[in-house]
Each structure stands twice: as C-alpha cells, then as structure tokens.
C-alpha cells in the first residue's frame, strides 16, 4: 500500500478482555516498530521487528503484551486481560532498513473501560 | 538512559512570526536527532534530521542544528504559516540502533493564527 496500515482505527474493550492491533507495514520495508502514545507517558517505543525477529522488546510494559510478525510483513500487537491505564493510541511504523526514515501509520486509539 | 526535553506548549503565534521550539537531549555518544510533526488527523511524518554535530537539517523552511556542546537541536522557522499549525516532537535515536528506534520528547503544541 501506500503507506503503514493500522487496523483497527478505534478499539473499546471492557477490561479483563484481550485484544489484537494490526499493522500492514509498507511494502518492501524490512524493519517494523511499534508505540504507545498517551498523554501521561508521551511517546513511548514498544518493539522492534527486523524481518520476522524482535530483536529488541525492551519497551514491552508487561508481559500481557506480546507481538508477532509474519511473512516479514503484517504485525500484531496483542494485548491479555486489558486494564484501564493500557488505554493509549498504539503506533506503527516502519522503514527500509536500519538507517532509513520510518513511516508512521495513523495509530489505532484504544480504549479500556 | 536516554531523554529528550521540549519546550513547555502550547506556542500560539500569529502568521508570518518568527518561530523557536527548543529542544534538548540526553544521550551516551552521538545520537541521531530528529524533528517530527503531526499535523491534526494525520500520522507522524519526518520533517528533518541530523546525524551528526554540527549539521543542519532543514525542510519546509524549518531548521535545527545538531549543538553537541549544548546537547541541543533547536527547531526553527523564520515564518509560519497556518497551515504549521500542528504538534512538533523532538527525538533522537542511539548510535548503532535503528533510526526508527526513537526516544521521543513530549510534544510542543504550535497554533498559528491568520
């Protein structure tokens, strides 16, 4: 496509529920990112996939999130038992390569009540 | 660890003003400093970088230099438009890691009035 792809737009969930986020990365991009931005924590990085391996989780708050990436391409961001403070707009992005620019996609706005 | 600190927001300015969003880092080594903007309803997009002291990026009429004596990388744009109105992040990412692995600041809220 043309740009990263983030599906849902909007999510609410009661709490305890799981929930899957899903990004569609720009075609050809090998390394893939996502983030949290809410208004407490600003912007915070989560994971990072290079082709299908998170060589860095380091920004995964608890071990309710967890991420996979398939093919090289598609991502999903899951979330167990959801709580209310996991309430945020979830960010993709990805890039070409290591040095390249990445390219946000609009985010997925979750909301835990 | 790795911080950036922005300017306190929201700036509200009129059309055509002189415009500063200061930003400063935190980091061990040389990091890649970067500005991003979110305009409204849309998704981050890189506005300029710098990879190293001393450089200057610029795009958009807007510029920063990569101060590593002042561990500083200042955005600046000599006259704003309405359409700048939106929100500008500062970031850096470390040396050896990914450029999209980024440690953002909070944001600086621009308004710009006709």
């Known amino acids: 496509g043309a740009g990263v792809s983030q599906s849902p737009s909007n999510k609410v969930t009661e709490k305890g529920k799981d929930v899957e986020l899903r990004c569609d990365p720009i075609?050809?991009?090998?390394?893939l990112y996502w983030y949290r931005q809410s208004l407490g924590q600003g912007l915070e990085f989560l994971i990072y996939f290079q082709g299908n391996s998170a060589p860095d989780k380091s920004g995964l708050p608890s071990d309710r999130f967890s991420a996979e990436r398939t093919g090289g391409s598609v991502s999903t961001l899951t979330i167990q038992r959801t709580q209310q403070e996991d309430s945020a707009v979830y960010l993709c992005?990805?890039?070409?390569?290591?040095?390249?620019?990445?390219?946000f996609g609009q985010g997925t706005r979750l909301t835990v009540v | 660890g790795d911080s950036v600190t922005q300017m306190e927001g929201p700036v509200t300015l009129s059309e055509e003003a002189f415009l500063t969003i200061n930003c400063t880092y935190t980091?061990?080594?040389?990091?890649?400093l970067f500005w991003y903007v979110q305009y409204p309803g849309e998704g981050l997009q890189l506005l300029l970088k710098?990879?190293?002291?001393?450089d200057k990026g610029s795009n958009k009429g807007f510029e920063a230099t990569y101060r590593k004596e002042t561990t500083s990388f200042h955005l600046e744009k000599g006259s704003v438009q309405v359409s700048d109105s939106a929100v500008y992040f500062c970031?850096?990412?470390?040396?050896?890691?990914?450029?999209?692995?980024?440690?953002f600041g909070q944001g600086t809220i621009l308004t710009v009035h006709p």
């Open positions: 075609s050809g991009h090998t390394a």
């Open positions: 992005a990805s890039s070409f390569g290591q040095a390249s620019e990445a390219f």
């Open positions: 710098a990879t190293k002291a001393d």
């Open positions: 980091a061990t080594g040389y990091p890649s």
């Open positions: 970031a850096l990412s470390d040396p050896g890691t990914s450029y999209g692995k980024l440690t």
